[in-house]
Each structure stands twice: as C-alpha cells, then as structure tokens.
C-alpha cells in the first residue's frame, strides 16, 4: 500500500468517522437512545449501515462515545488549573468556554442532559469514577484560593454544579428560552450579554468580583 493510498484511506476513514458522530447526535438527541437506530444515523450520515458499524462497533459505543466527547469539551477547560492561578480569571474564562460550548455545540448538551435525566445507565460508572475525581481535584483548588482569601469560601462543588447548569440551559431549554422571550434564536448579541450577566453575577457570588 503506498503512501498516498495510505493517506487517501485515513482522509476517508476520518471524514466518514465525522459524518457518523455528527449525524448520531443529531439523531440521538432528537429521538433518545431507545428511539434511535443505527439505520437512521447511517441515513443521516449517508453511509451504509454495515459502515456505521464498521467505524463505530455498536449503537451503544457511539452514544457513549458521543457523551464522553461532550463531557472532554466541557472539562478541558479547567483541566489545568492551580493555585497560583487567579480566581476570577479562571471563573470567568471557564463561564466564557461554557457558554461558547453551549452555542457551538448544543445538541452534544441536550443529548447529555436526556442521558442524565433517564438516570444516566450508561455514565454511572463515569460520574462515580473519572468525573467524581474531576470534580473534587478542582473543587481542593478552589479550597486553596479561599483559604488564601483569594475567593469566598462556599461550597466547591455546588459552584461547579451551578456554572454547568446555568450555561447549558440555554441549550436544554432553548424551546423555554426563545417561548418566554418571544425569539426565534438568540443572536450573538443575546449570548454576549447572557455570557456577562452569568460573569457578574456568579464572580460576585464567589466574591471575586474586585479581580476582574
């Protein structure tokens, strides 16, 4: 095989890999996994099914395979964060990422958001282990930047509860959103001013609103 048939089939294999995960959350989010098939993700791939289960192997490894992908997004951004950081740049910055997220990609939240819902069967060992552990690492962070005086001392956790939550609703209740405000989308100024609304009031919450 030369180097060029090499290069032609990862191009292939990868833009078909693409298609696949981009055309399963659109699928899974709008039907659920139970409602979801492998023959409808292959339609909306435009591939044949026998491909989809070559690429992916099964229908629940793609869905796992999608929720994990949304859960790396969202906590890259505070994968390295220290004490010697600054509170609020970090807050802000993650509630920044987070609402970018939310817009860029808000079928991979909703999608997150039903597999929480339904009692997440496919994510427990997940959240009991590698994003439990995620979690308490940055909330010993935020322990030291109070302990420094750096920040208010609340309770780490409930802050990381409540930046998630209050960034990904705009993407789970998009349809309550637009309803109550009379929109048929938010434009990029309705994010702008969402996106300072959330930095004001959750650095003022942590008390760290005189850094910004």
């Not at 993650?94 to 991979?108: E, N, V, W």
């Not at 819902?117 to 994003?131: D, I, K, S, V």
């Not at 920040?151 to 609703?169: E, G, N």
């Not at 993407?171 to 048929?184: H, K, M, N, P, W």
Request: net charge negative; with cysteine; glycine share 6%.
């Amino acid at each position: 095989m030369t180097a060029t048939s090499v290069a032609e089939s990862t191009a292939t294999r990868l833009r078909n890999e693409k298609a696949i995960l981009e055309a399963a959350e659109q699928v899974f989010a709008q039907h659920g996994y139970r409602g979801a098939s492998v023959q409808a993700i292959a339609e909306a791939a435009g591939l044949p099914k026998s491909n989809v289960l070559y690429y992916v192997g099964s229908k629940q490894k793609l869905y796992v395979t999608l929720l994990e992908r949304m859960m790396a997004r969202w906590n890259a951004m505070l994968d390295d964060i220290s004490v010697d950081d600054d509170p609020a740049e970090v807050l802000e910055a993650f509630i920044r990422s987070k609402m970018q997220l939310t817009r860029d990609h808000p079928r991979g939240s909703r999608l997150f958001a039903a597999e929480i819902l339904g009692g997440a069967p496919f994510l427990q060992e997940y959240l009991r282990g590698e994003l439990r552990d995620w979690v308490e690492a940055r909330a010993r962070v935020f322990e030291q930047w109070a302990e420094r005086g750096l920040m208010d001392r609340i309770d780490p956790v409930w802050l990381i509860f409540l930046i998630w939550s209050s960034t990904q609703h705009y993407a789970d209740f998009e349809a309550q959103v637009l309803g109550i405000t009379d929109r048929s989308t938010l434009s990029d100024e309705d994010y702008q001013r969402i996106t300072e609304f959330l930095c004001t009031v959750i650095l003022k919450g942590c008390g760290v609103a005189t850094h910004r």
